[in-house]
């Protein structure tokens, strides 16, 4: 039979462990960033991070999983190798990041796998289609539209429309949305299991891709990152992403 201290020390242990899972409870899950450059990360993990979700930023030099991990972001960055898709490099093509395409895609099956959520940005869409059998536009004509020579990178480029019903359009409660625009490569042939969510309203470029049979795996051409702050519907793209987790 426990004494009197004895009661009250295991009453106080038992509170402390209540606190401590209720705690718990509310910290914001984690999610993975893969980067190449350190440098570049910040604006994604700021997002992330006012959107809801604890953002854990891990080099493609390292070996990564997702376990202990609610969901996947991946941010932009160089070009696809081309390969991936059965094609050559055209002249405007990035040299080849084999080492971050092999990292990306192994994490991206991972999270499918696990019915885990996915937001891409910008090379994200790109390697989330390639992943799917897709296939990318290596070089955009349009790049005075589509990337831009701005100081500003929170600044608009142009108007993007997205398609009704699709999670795009749920999440910006608005049929079209003024964008930024850092790309010269877009989605060609869309990968299987995909849906177009948004395009260009101009030239049709494909502006956003989703999978419907998933939890969640949405991803955009731009970069809301970047605009969070100015242009706060922005931020509604990684709140959605932090509800999914």
């Not at 093509?93 to 084999?98: A, G, I, N, W």
């Not at 009704?164 to 079209?176: G, M, N, R, V, Y």
Request: net charge negative; aromatic share 6%.
């Amino acid at each position: 039979m426990l004494r009197p201290q004895e009661k009250e020390e295991v009453t106080l242990c038992a509170l402390f462990i209540h606190s401590k899972i209720g705690r718990m409870e509310v910290m914001p899950k984690r999610v993975l960033i893969p980067f190449r450059h350190a440098k570049k990360v910040m604006p994604y993990a700021e997002a992330t991070r006012a959107g809801g979700t604890e953002p854990v930023t891990a080099s493609v030099e390292n070996p990564l999983s997702l376990e202990g991990f609610a969901g996947l972001l991946l941010m932009g960055g160089t070009d696809v190798n081309p390969a991936r898709f059965g094609e050559t490099p055209r002249p405007e093509t990035d040299q080849p990041d084999d080492q971050r395409d092999e990292a990306e895609l192994a994490l991206i099956h991972e999270a499918i796998e696990r019915d885990l959520p996915i937001f891409g940005i910008c090379r994200g869409l790109q390697i989330l289609n390639v992943y799917h059998r897709g296939t990318l536009v290596q070089h955009l004509e349009a790049t005075q539209r589509h990337d831009p020579e701005k100081d500003d990178h929170s600044g608009p480029a142009h108007e993007v429309a997205f398609v009704p019903e699709s999670k795009l359009a749920q999440i910006a409660a608005a049929p079209t949305w003024q964008v930024n625009s850092r790309h010269h490569q877009a989605v060609l042939k869309l990968g299987e299991s995909l849906c177009i969510s948004a395009r260009d309203l101009e030239d049709g470029t494909v502006e956003g891709i989703e999978r419907r049979d998933k939890r969640y795996v949405v991803a955009v051409q731009w970069h809301p990152e970047d605009q969070t702050k100015k242009h706060p519907e922005q931020l509604r793209l990684f709140e959605s992403f932090a509800a999914a987790l």
